[in-house]
Protein backbone atom coordinates (compact mmCIF):
# COMPACT_ATOMS: atom_id res chain seq x y z
CA UNK A 1 0.00 0.00 0.00
CA UNK A 2 1.11 3.83 -0.56
CA UNK A 3 0.77 4.64 2.90
CA UNK A 4 3.42 1.83 4.26
CA UNK A 5 6.66 2.76 4.37
CA UNK A 6 9.27 0.56 7.28
CA UNK A 7 10.94 2.56 9.44
CA UNK A 8 14.07 0.29 9.07
CA UNK A 9 16.13 -0.26 6.08
CA UNK A 10 18.62 -2.73 5.09
CA UNK A 11 22.43 -1.59 6.35
CA UNK A 12 23.92 -2.61 2.66
CA UNK A 13 21.12 -1.30 0.48
CA UNK A 14 22.81 -0.29 -2.81
CA UNK A 15 24.72 3.08 -3.06
CA UNK A 16 24.87 5.49 -6.07
CA UNK A 17 28.38 7.12 -7.10
CA UNK A 18 27.91 9.59 -4.23
CA UNK A 19 27.25 7.08 -1.63
CA UNK A 20 23.58 7.68 -1.42
CA UNK A 21 20.96 5.18 -1.14
CA UNK A 22 17.96 5.08 -2.83
CA UNK A 23 16.10 5.88 0.66
CA UNK A 24 17.97 9.04 0.44
CA UNK A 25 16.01 10.48 -2.38
CA UNK A 26 12.56 9.73 -0.40
CA UNK A 27 10.09 12.39 1.24
CA UNK A 28 7.20 11.79 3.91
CA UNK A 29 4.67 8.98 3.68
CA UNK A 30 1.68 10.22 1.33
CA UNK A 31 -1.59 10.73 2.05
CA UNK A 32 -2.94 10.90 -1.25
CA UNK A 33 -5.52 7.51 -1.64
CA UNK A 34 -3.93 3.94 -2.07
CA UNK A 35 -3.09 3.30 -5.42
CA UNK A 36 -3.07 6.57 -6.85
CA UNK A 37 -0.94 6.87 -9.81
CA UNK A 38 0.64 9.93 -8.76
CA UNK A 39 2.43 7.85 -6.36
CA UNK A 40 4.23 6.03 -8.90
CA UNK A 41 5.26 9.07 -10.62
CA UNK A 42 6.85 10.12 -7.03
CA UNK A 43 8.61 6.63 -6.89
CA UNK A 44 10.10 6.69 -10.38
CA UNK A 45 11.43 10.29 -10.07
CA UNK A 46 13.06 8.82 -6.91
CA UNK A 47 14.61 6.01 -8.98
CA UNK A 48 15.72 8.54 -11.86
CA UNK A 49 17.67 10.98 -9.02
CA UNK A 50 19.08 7.78 -7.31
CA UNK A 51 20.34 6.47 -10.60
CA UNK A 52 21.94 9.64 -11.64
CA UNK A 53 23.31 10.51 -8.84
CA UNK A 54 22.20 13.72 -8.65
CA UNK A 55 22.97 15.31 -4.86
CA UNK A 56 19.41 15.95 -3.27
CA UNK A 57 20.48 19.27 -2.34
CA UNK A 58 20.82 20.51 -6.02
CA UNK A 59 17.60 19.77 -6.60
CA UNK A 60 14.20 22.32 -6.53
CA UNK A 61 10.86 21.13 -6.35
CA UNK A 62 8.24 23.46 -7.24
CA UNK A 63 4.05 23.02 -7.80
CA UNK A 64 0.82 24.54 -7.49
CA UNK A 65 -2.35 23.60 -6.05
CA UNK A 66 -3.92 19.96 -6.28
CA UNK A 67 -3.26 16.28 -5.71
CA UNK A 68 -0.47 16.18 -8.02
CA UNK A 69 0.87 19.67 -6.46
CA UNK A 70 1.11 18.01 -2.91
CA UNK A 71 3.47 14.89 -4.62
CA UNK A 72 6.87 16.86 -3.94
CA UNK A 73 6.70 16.26 -0.50
CA UNK A 74 6.91 12.47 -1.31
CA UNK A 75 9.55 12.97 -2.88
CA UNK A 76 13.32 14.24 -2.50
CA UNK A 77 12.45 15.02 1.25
CA UNK A 78 16.66 17.03 1.75
CA UNK A 79 16.13 19.46 -1.67
CA UNK A 80 14.46 22.95 -1.58
CA UNK A 81 10.53 22.71 -1.84
CA UNK A 82 7.88 25.51 -3.13
CA UNK A 83 4.33 25.63 -3.28
CA UNK A 84 3.12 27.93 -4.75
CA UNK A 85 -0.27 29.33 -5.49
CA UNK A 86 -3.06 27.37 -7.88
CA UNK A 87 -1.74 28.00 -11.76
CA UNK A 88 1.54 30.32 -10.31
CA UNK A 89 3.90 27.45 -10.18
CA UNK A 90 5.81 28.56 -13.74
CA UNK A 91 6.40 32.34 -12.42
CA UNK A 92 7.73 30.61 -9.71
CA UNK A 93 10.15 28.42 -10.74
CA UNK A 94 11.27 31.26 -13.23
CA UNK A 95 12.49 33.43 -10.78
CA UNK A 96 14.06 31.30 -8.78
CA UNK A 97 15.94 29.95 -11.97
CA UNK A 98 16.90 33.28 -12.83
CA UNK A 99 18.44 33.85 -9.00
CA UNK A 100 20.31 30.14 -8.97
CA UNK A 101 21.07 28.91 -12.09
CA UNK A 102 23.17 25.94 -10.66
CA UNK A 103 19.66 23.85 -9.57
CA UNK A 104 18.00 21.51 -11.27
CA UNK A 105 14.21 22.62 -10.83
CA UNK A 106 11.52 20.19 -11.13
CA UNK A 107 8.15 21.41 -11.45
CA UNK A 108 5.08 19.22 -10.84
CA UNK A 109 1.67 20.12 -11.42
CA UNK A 110 -2.12 18.67 -12.32
CA UNK A 111 -4.32 18.93 -15.33
CA UNK A 112 -6.05 21.57 -13.29
CA UNK A 113 -3.04 23.39 -12.28
CA UNK A 114 -1.79 23.93 -15.93
CA UNK A 115 -4.51 23.48 -18.38
CA UNK A 116 -7.08 25.73 -16.80
CA UNK A 117 -5.78 28.36 -14.12
CA UNK A 118 -2.51 28.07 -15.07
CA UNK A 119 -2.35 27.51 -18.64
CA UNK A 120 -1.12 31.46 -19.16
CA UNK A 121 1.72 30.67 -16.72
CA UNK A 122 2.90 27.44 -18.23
CA UNK A 123 2.60 28.88 -22.19
CA UNK A 124 5.26 32.04 -21.16
CA UNK A 125 7.18 29.11 -19.38
CA UNK A 126 7.55 26.90 -22.58
CA UNK A 127 8.49 29.76 -25.07
CA UNK A 128 11.38 31.23 -22.97
CA UNK A 129 12.90 27.76 -22.74
CA UNK A 130 13.33 27.41 -18.68
CA UNK A 131 15.46 24.97 -17.77
CA UNK A 132 13.61 22.56 -15.71
CA UNK A 133 11.46 19.50 -16.18
CA UNK A 134 8.08 20.23 -15.61
CA UNK A 135 5.77 17.34 -15.07
CA UNK A 136 1.84 17.10 -15.29
CA UNK A 137 0.08 14.23 -13.16
CA UNK A 138 -3.05 14.18 -15.64
CA UNK A 139 -5.84 12.17 -14.32
CA UNK A 140 -8.57 13.92 -16.51
CA UNK A 141 -10.55 15.41 -12.80
CA UNK A 142 -9.98 17.50 -9.90
CA UNK A 143 -9.48 15.22 -7.46
CA UNK A 144 -9.41 17.65 -4.48
CA UNK A 145 -13.01 18.93 -5.67
CA UNK A 146 -14.59 15.78 -5.50
CA UNK A 147 -13.80 15.11 -9.23
CA UNK A 148 -15.19 17.02 -12.01
CA UNK A 149 -14.13 16.87 -15.38
CA UNK A 150 -10.99 19.33 -15.72
CA UNK A 151 -9.53 20.59 -19.56
CA UNK A 152 -8.07 17.56 -20.73
CA UNK A 153 -10.86 15.44 -20.52
CA UNK A 154 -11.88 14.12 -23.55
CA UNK A 155 -15.16 13.84 -25.11
CA UNK A 156 -17.89 11.86 -24.04
CA UNK A 157 -15.32 10.54 -21.21
CA UNK A 158 -17.11 10.36 -17.86
CA UNK A 159 -15.82 10.52 -14.57
CA UNK A 160 -17.71 8.25 -11.20
CA UNK A 161 -20.69 11.11 -11.35
CA UNK A 162 -21.47 9.37 -14.65
CA UNK A 163 -22.72 12.59 -16.93
CA UNK A 164 -20.08 12.27 -20.39
CA UNK A 165 -17.85 15.41 -21.19
CA UNK A 166 -19.13 17.68 -23.74
CA UNK A 167 -16.11 19.66 -24.80
CA UNK A 168 -13.05 19.00 -26.73
CA UNK A 169 -10.03 18.41 -24.27
CA UNK A 170 -6.89 20.09 -24.71
CA UNK A 171 -3.64 18.27 -25.54
CA UNK A 172 -1.00 19.75 -23.60
CA UNK A 173 2.53 17.61 -25.63
CA UNK A 174 0.37 19.36 -28.79
CA UNK A 175 0.36 22.56 -27.01
CA UNK A 176 3.64 22.59 -25.75
CA UNK A 177 5.36 21.62 -29.06
CA UNK A 178 3.35 24.38 -30.81
CA UNK A 179 4.64 26.40 -28.48
CA UNK A 180 8.24 25.67 -28.80
CA UNK A 181 8.79 23.05 -25.75
CA UNK A 182 12.50 21.51 -26.67
CA UNK A 183 12.03 18.33 -25.03
CA UNK A 184 8.33 16.42 -25.26
CA UNK A 185 6.94 13.29 -23.51
CA UNK A 186 4.13 11.44 -22.51
CA UNK A 187 3.47 8.68 -20.38
CA UNK A 188 2.04 6.42 -17.89
CA UNK A 189 2.31 6.34 -14.55
CA UNK A 190 1.46 2.45 -14.42
CA UNK A 191 4.33 1.99 -17.47
CA UNK A 192 7.72 2.81 -14.77
CA UNK A 193 9.99 1.20 -17.20
CA UNK A 194 9.44 3.69 -19.86
CA UNK A 195 8.81 6.62 -17.28
CA UNK A 196 12.18 6.46 -15.13
CA UNK A 197 14.37 6.65 -18.30
CA UNK A 198 12.31 9.62 -19.66
CA UNK A 199 12.74 11.93 -16.51
CA UNK A 200 16.50 10.81 -16.26
CA UNK A 201 16.73 12.37 -20.12
CA UNK A 202 14.13 15.29 -19.17
CA UNK A 203 16.40 16.23 -16.08
CA UNK A 204 19.47 15.80 -18.41
CA UNK A 205 17.70 18.23 -21.15
CA UNK A 206 18.91 21.96 -21.63
CA UNK A 207 15.78 23.93 -21.86
CA UNK A 208 12.23 23.11 -20.98
CA UNK A 209 11.35 19.54 -20.92
CA UNK A 210 7.72 18.90 -20.63
CA UNK A 211 6.34 15.18 -19.71
CA UNK A 212 2.89 14.80 -20.22
CA UNK A 213 1.94 11.66 -17.34
CA UNK A 214 -1.18 9.54 -17.94
CA UNK A 215 -2.22 8.95 -14.20
CA UNK A 216 -5.56 7.73 -12.84
CA UNK A 217 -7.31 8.91 -10.25
CA UNK A 218 -8.74 5.70 -8.28
CA UNK A 219 -11.07 7.69 -6.56
CA UNK A 220 -12.83 9.74 -9.29
CA UNK A 221 -11.95 8.94 -12.53
CA UNK A 222 -10.81 5.12 -12.70
CA UNK A 223 -13.56 3.63 -13.91
CA UNK A 224 -15.03 2.33 -17.61
CA UNK A 225 -16.18 5.22 -19.15
CA UNK A 226 -13.36 7.15 -18.64
CA UNK A 227 -10.90 7.67 -21.17
CA UNK A 228 -8.44 8.54 -18.12
CA UNK A 229 -8.99 5.39 -16.40
CA UNK A 230 -6.44 2.25 -15.85
CA UNK A 231 -8.37 0.19 -17.71
CA UNK A 232 -9.18 2.48 -20.86
CA UNK A 233 -5.03 3.71 -20.83
CA UNK A 234 -3.59 0.01 -20.78
CA UNK A 235 -5.87 -1.30 -23.65
CA UNK A 236 -4.79 1.97 -25.70
CA UNK A 237 -1.67 2.56 -25.07
CA UNK A 238 0.63 2.83 -28.46
CA UNK A 239 4.56 3.40 -27.32
CA UNK A 240 6.97 5.56 -30.11
CA UNK A 241 9.28 2.98 -28.33
CA UNK A 242 11.55 1.71 -25.63
CA UNK A 243 13.71 4.86 -24.52
CA UNK A 244 16.95 3.76 -22.33
CA UNK A 245 19.13 6.42 -20.39
CA UNK A 246 22.74 5.92 -20.17
CA UNK A 247 25.01 8.07 -18.81
CA UNK A 248 28.27 8.60 -20.99
CA UNK A 249 30.42 7.80 -18.51
CA UNK A 250 28.95 3.99 -18.54
CA UNK A 251 29.16 1.76 -21.55
CA UNK A 252 27.07 2.62 -24.45
CA UNK A 253 25.01 -1.02 -24.44
CA UNK A 254 21.22 -1.44 -23.90
CA UNK A 255 18.68 -4.47 -25.00
CA UNK A 256 16.10 -3.84 -27.79
CA UNK A 257 13.72 -5.95 -29.94
CA UNK A 258 13.46 -5.69 -33.00
CA UNK A 259 13.37 -2.57 -35.48
CA UNK A 260 15.13 0.88 -35.91
CA UNK A 261 16.95 2.71 -33.33
CA UNK A 262 18.40 6.02 -32.78
CA UNK A 263 20.61 7.45 -30.93
CA UNK A 264 20.44 11.14 -29.60
CA UNK A 265 23.07 12.67 -27.32
CA UNK A 266 22.40 15.58 -24.81
CA UNK A 267 24.37 18.44 -23.75
CA UNK A 268 26.01 16.56 -21.30
CA UNK A 269 27.17 13.58 -23.54
CA UNK A 270 24.86 11.45 -22.29
CA UNK A 271 22.70 9.56 -24.94
CA UNK A 272 19.00 8.63 -25.51
CA UNK A 273 18.56 5.61 -26.95
CA UNK A 274 15.28 5.54 -28.88
CA UNK A 275 13.93 2.30 -30.33
CA UNK A 276 11.10 2.92 -32.91
CA UNK A 277 7.94 1.19 -33.02
CA UNK A 278 6.48 3.37 -35.45
CA UNK A 279 8.83 4.02 -38.12
CA UNK A 280 7.17 8.06 -39.31
CA UNK A 281 8.16 9.29 -36.02
CA UNK A 282 11.13 12.28 -36.65
CA UNK A 283 12.27 12.89 -33.01
CA UNK A 284 13.72 16.20 -34.50
CA UNK A 285 9.93 17.05 -36.36
CA UNK A 286 7.54 18.84 -34.48
CA UNK A 287 5.58 18.30 -37.19
CA UNK A 288 6.06 14.70 -37.28
CA UNK A 289 5.33 14.54 -33.31
CA UNK A 290 1.98 16.69 -33.98
CA UNK A 291 0.76 14.42 -36.76
CA UNK A 292 1.17 11.25 -35.40
CA UNK A 293 -0.28 12.45 -31.85
CA UNK A 294 -3.37 13.28 -34.01
CA UNK A 295 -3.34 10.09 -36.20
CA UNK A 296 -3.12 7.59 -32.81
CA UNK A 297 -6.10 9.67 -31.18
CA UNK A 298 -8.02 9.43 -33.96
CA UNK A 299 -7.48 5.41 -33.62
CA UNK A 300 -8.68 5.78 -29.96
CA UNK A 301 -4.92 5.49 -28.83
CA UNK A 302 -2.99 7.35 -26.44
CA UNK A 303 0.89 7.53 -27.99
CA UNK A 304 3.68 7.70 -25.48
CA UNK A 305 7.40 7.70 -25.10
CA UNK A 306 9.82 10.83 -26.38
CA UNK A 307 7.75 12.80 -28.79
CA UNK A 308 10.21 15.60 -29.87
CA UNK A 309 13.64 16.94 -28.64
CA UNK A 310 15.69 19.28 -29.67
CA UNK A 311 19.88 18.59 -29.19
CA UNK A 312 20.58 22.24 -29.79
CA UNK A 313 18.32 23.59 -27.40
CA UNK A 314 19.55 27.30 -25.67
CA UNK A 315 17.71 27.49 -22.37
CA UNK A 316 16.57 31.08 -21.04
CA UNK A 317 19.97 32.05 -19.31
CA UNK A 318 21.36 31.21 -22.90
CA UNK A 319 19.43 33.13 -24.69
CA UNK A 320 19.53 36.67 -22.27
CA UNK A 321 23.20 36.35 -21.73
CA UNK A 322 22.64 35.97 -17.90
CA UNK A 323 25.57 36.15 -15.70
CA UNK A 324 27.78 32.72 -15.60
CA UNK A 325 27.57 33.52 -11.73
CA UNK A 326 24.16 32.90 -9.93
CA UNK A 327 22.23 36.36 -8.97
CA UNK A 328 22.26 34.57 -5.13
CA UNK A 329 26.15 34.65 -5.72
CA UNK A 330 26.75 38.76 -6.53
CA UNK A 331 27.34 41.29 -3.73
CA UNK A 332 25.91 44.71 -4.04
CA UNK A 333 28.74 46.57 -6.22
CA UNK A 334 27.68 43.93 -9.12
CA UNK A 335 24.32 43.94 -8.23
CA UNK A 336 24.27 47.78 -8.12
CA UNK A 337 26.94 49.20 -10.26
CA UNK A 338 25.66 52.75 -9.67
CA UNK A 339 24.63 55.89 -12.20
CA UNK A 340 27.51 55.79 -14.20
CA UNK A 341 27.20 51.85 -15.41
CA UNK A 342 23.58 52.94 -16.00
CA UNK A 343 24.44 55.93 -17.58
CA UNK A 344 26.38 54.18 -20.17
CA UNK A 345 23.84 51.38 -20.22
CA UNK A 346 21.35 53.84 -21.76
CA UNK A 347 23.58 55.10 -24.07
CA UNK A 348 24.38 52.22 -25.70
CA UNK A 349 20.93 52.08 -26.32
CA UNK A 350 20.33 55.88 -28.03
Sequence with gaps: MTYIRPAFRHPELPRNELGFTRKDYEGAISTLCAGCGHDSISAAIVQACFELSIAPHKVAKLSGIGCSSKTPTYFLGNSHG????????????????????????VGVSGDGDTASIGMGQFTHAVRRNLNMMYV????????????????????????????????????????????????????????RQQLVPLIKAAISHRGFAFIDVISPCVTFNN?????????????HLAATGTVDYVPFKQEISTEYEQGQSKEVTLHDGSVVHL??????LDLNSRRSALRLIKDYKAKDQIL??????????????????????????????????GQKVLDKLNESLR
Excluded at 149 to 166: F, L, Q, V
Excluded at 225 to 233: A, N
Design 304 to 337: TGLLFMDEKSQDLHEILGTSKTPLRDLGEAELCP
Design 275 to 280: HKADPE
Design 136 to 191: VENNGCYGLTKGQDSATADIGSASKKGEPNHFEPIDLASVALQLGATFVARSFSGD
Design 223 to 235: NPKSTKGYEHVRD
Design 82 to 105: FNSVHGRMPSVATGANLANRDLIY
